[in-house]
């Protein structure tokens, strides 16, 4: 079947780029999803306490003034089946499930430089061809289960957070272990802490943690974004981050330590990823930086009572927001439950999972399930899980051997006519994503239109255009505390032989946006346009 274009991923940003492609630029275009529905990443994070931390009037599509004017959020921060309405709603308003092909996940993509096309395979068999390839396939989708000695011979379940079973999972009764403490552990763990018999959560990095103080959205609250959304899209547009909330213009080394503390103490009362905007320099200024961690650390201390297990839930060893920041609905506090037991794998690792539960150094726990929070094999991984070969036959898992090298995260040198919507080098996850994708949609989308109206034949970017892109990136990153979290999945370093390089580009959403638009501005420059 010959298409203008494949999309591969029907969540936020597939969604978005057939709407565009189809009905803005008129193409034909086929959208590969490998799961029964639309809904990307939230399709396959179904996991309990499963929520968005960015709030749910801005967590959302700006591009249709009647979308937003129609539906109605329920929460300050909205919950997985509550997000998976909204793509489902959204797919049936804009009547795009027509051309999308669910249950086909693709397993091949490779140019045909004769041609000028891009043949691509699913797991089905099924060949296709189009001129225009777009892997949508999100940063945070190949699930990362680590390889523990005797996991084949567990008598009980396991589930890993990003592959969960439709069905749920029913913990009454159970005896539960939660490994990972990053974002879906900390949410999960309230969760099934209140559902099953018992909980252990194995922790090998303590985290920081903000309350996220979610909330039903007040009538009146719903009323002022429907009638401000305008103003609440030019900000989140030129915002850092994508939020419509302004990094405050202050310095947390200038002003009384008594005034800091009140103004963390306000964040904290607020909620949310708002409490890292406290000031200009939490994440460019190592003591800046410390006087937020120490408010977090002296945070924990009140809340959990057994000393020693405050202790062991103390961030140290990376600073504040380094590693993508947690938002939380009572973490903390499900530490002084009689049935959850903290286990610190820094004092002592996990040396395999037996019949019976999970053996550590000094103890053996026993389990009826085991939920592996691990994390993903992220920004890379879902597009490496795919063979794809561009130019000569050239894999991409060569030219990335190194670690990602993009031109601005939309096109990699030697595979012409393919762009990733928010891939390694753009903001990306430093961003509330909808922001990120739309910009790279309309992006993608405008390019492609120039390039029919003009009757091209391909773009592909320089190899030189990307080195100095890639070089860019660092630069970004280097100006920020970011790469001090040695750990941290930014830098592919949650998975073992993974090349370490920081993935998404730290300057800022809005500066980003400036310089595609003066790259398109400048006739694409960077890129060979045939
Ligand atoms: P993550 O941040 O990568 O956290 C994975 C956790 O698993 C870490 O605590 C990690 O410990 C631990 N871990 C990994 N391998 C392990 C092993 N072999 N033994 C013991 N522990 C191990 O993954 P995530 O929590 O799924 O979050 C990923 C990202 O998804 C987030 O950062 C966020 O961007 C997004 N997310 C967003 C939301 C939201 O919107 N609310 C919710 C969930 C996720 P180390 O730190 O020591 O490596």
Same mark, same amino acid.
């Given at each position: 079947?010959?298409f203008?274009?494949i999309?591969?991923?029907?969540?936020?940003?597939?969604?978005?780029?057939?709407?565009?492609?189809?009905?803005?630029?008129?193409?034909s275009v086929?959208?590969?999803? /490998?799961?029964d529905?639309?809904?990307?990443t939230?399709?396959w994070?179904?996991?309990?306490?499963?929520?968005?931390?960015?709030?749910?009037?801005?967590y959302?599509?700006?591009?249709?003034?009647?979308?937003?004017?129609?539906?109605?959020?329920?929460?300050?921060y909205? =919950?997985?089946?509550?997000?998976?309405?909204?793509l489902n709603?959204?797919?049936?308003?804009?009547?795009?499930?027509?051309?999308?092909q669910?249950? *086909?996940?693709?397993?091949?993509?490779?140019?045909?430089?004769?041609a000028?096309?891009?043949?691509?395979? #699913?797991?089905?068999?099924?060949?296709?061809t189009?001129?225009f390839?777009?892997?949508?396939?999100?940063?945070?989708?190949?699930?990362?289960?680590?390889?523990?000695?005797?996991?084949?011979?567990f008598?009980g379940?396991?589930?890993?957070?990003? =592959?969960?079973?439709h069905?749920?999972?029913d913990?009454?009764?159970?005896? @539960?272990g939660?490994?990972?403490?990053?974002?879906t552990?900390?949410?999960a763990?309230p969760?099934?802490?209140?559902?099953?018999?018992?909980?252990? @959560?194995?922790q090998?990095?303590?985290?920081?943690?903000?309350?996220a103080r979610n909330?039903?959205? *007040?009538?009146?609250?719903q009323?002022?974004?429907?009638?401000?959304y305008?103003?609440i899209?030019r900000? #989140?547009?030129?915002?850092?981050?994508g939020?419509?909330f302004?990094?405050?213009?202050?310095?947390?080394?200038?002003?009384?330590?008594?005034?800091?503390?009140?103004?963390?103490?306000?964040?904290?009362?607020?909620?949310?990823l708002?409490?890292?905007a406290?000031?200009?320099?939490?994440?460019v200024?190592?003591?800046?930086n410390?006087?937020a /961690?120490?408010?977090i650390?002296?945070k924990i201390?009140?809340i959990v009572?057994?000393?020693?297990v405050?202790?062991?839930?103390?961030?140290?060893d990376?600073?504040?927001? #380094?590693k993508r920041?947690?938002?939380?609905?009572?973490?903390?506090?499900?530490?002084?439950?009689e049935?959850?037991?903290l286990?610190d794998?820094?004092e *002592?690792?996990i040396?395999?999972i037996?019949?019976?539960?999970?053996?550590?150094?000094?103890?053996?726990?026993?389990?009826?399930?085991i939920v592996?929070?691990?994390?993903?094999?992220?920004?890379t991984?879902?597009m490496?899980?795919?063979?794809?070969?561009?130019?000569?036959?050239?894999?991409?898992k060569? $030219?990335?051997?190194a670690g990602?090298?993009?031109?601005?995260?939309?096109?990699?040198?030697?595979?012409?006519?393919?762009?990733t919507? #928010?891939?390694p080098?753009?903001p990306?996850?430093?961003?509330?994503?909808?922001v990120?994708i739309?910009?790279?949609?309309?992006?993608?989308a405008?390019?492609?239109?120039?390039i029919?109206?003009?009757?091209?034949?391909?773009?592909?970017?320089?190899?030189e255009?990307?080195?100095?892109?890639?070089?860019?990136?660092?630069?970004? $990153?280097?100006?920020?505390?970011?790469?001090?979290?040695?750990?941290?999945?930014?830098?592919g370093?949650?998975v073992?032989?993974?090349p370490?390089?920081?993935?998404?580009y730290a300057?800022g959403?809005?500066t980003?946006?400036?310089?595609?638009?003066? @790259? /398109?501005?400048?006739?694409?420059e960077?890129?060979v346009?045939?």
């Open positions: 079947m010959e203008d274009a999309v591969v991923g029907a969540g936020f940003s597939g969604l978005y780029m057939l709407h565009k492609l189809r009905d803005g630029v008129g193409l086929r959208v590969l999803e /490998a799961g529905g639309v809904g990307g939230w399709y994070n179904r996991y309990p306490g499963a929520r968005c931390d960015s709030e749910s009037h801005y959302s599509y700006s591009f249709s003034k009647e979308l937003e004017q129609e539906w109605e959020w329920s929460e300050r909205p =919950e997985q089946p509550e997000i998976m309405r909204y709603h959204v797919a049936d308003r804009f009547d795009l499930r027509r051309d999308i669910f249950k *086909s996940r693709v397993t091949e993509a490779s140019y045909d430089e004769a000028n096309r891009w043949n691509i395979r #699913t797991d089905s068999g099924e060949r296709l189009a001129k390839f777009i892997p949508a396939v999100g940063c945070l989708s190949a699930a990362n289960i680590p390889r523990i000695a005797g996991l084949g011979s008598q379940t396991w589930y890993h957070t990003g =592959e969960w079973p069905e749920g999972v913990f009454t009764g159970k005896r @539960v939660l490994i990972g403490t990053g974002s552990g900390i949410q763990t969760v099934i802490a209140a559902l099953a018999a018992h909980l252990t @959560v194995f090998r990095t303590p985290n920081y943690s903000i309350p909330a039903p959205l *007040s009538p009146e609250f009323k002022y974004v429907k009638e401000n305008a103003e899209r900000k #989140t547009r030129e915002s850092t981050n939020h419509p302004e990094i405050a213009d202050r310095s947390a080394l200038a002003i009384a330590p008594e005034e800091r503390q009140a103004l963390y103490e306000d964040a904290w009362q607020h909620g949310g708002r409490f890292r406290t000031f200009k320099d939490i994440m200024n190592k003591e800046a410390d006087t /961690a120490d408010f650390r002296s201390c009140q009572k057994d000393p020693a405050a202790a062991k839930l103390m961030p140290l990376h600073p504040f927001a #380094t920041p947690p938002i939380d609905s009572d973490y903390f506090e499900t530490f002084n439950r049935n959850v037991l286990v794998l820094r *002592s690792p040396e395999a037996t019949p019976a539960g999970v053996r550590t150094g000094n103890a053996e726990y026993p389990l009826d399930i592996f929070a691990t994390g993903f094999d992220a920004m991984g879902p490496l899980r795919m063979d794809i070969r561009g130019k000569n036959g050239l894999l991409l060569n $030219a990335w051997a990602p090298r993009t031109y601005l995260g939309l096109q990699v040198a030697g595979f012409p006519n393919m762009f919507v #928010t891939g080098g753009s990306s996850v430093l961003c509330n994503m909808p990120a739309e910009q790279h949609v309309d992006w993608i405008d390019c492609i239109g120039y029919r109206e003009r009757g091209l034949h391909s773009i592909e970017t320089t190899p255009a990307a080195e100095r892109w890639v070089s860019h990136v660092n630069d970004a $990153a280097n100006a920020t505390l970011l790469p001090m979290a040695g750990s941290s999945w930014y830098l370093a949650n073992p032989g993974k370490r390089v920081f993935m998404p300057g959403m809005a980003y946006r400036n310089i595609c638009e003066a @790259v /398109a501005a400048k006739g694409y960077g890129f346009l045939r």
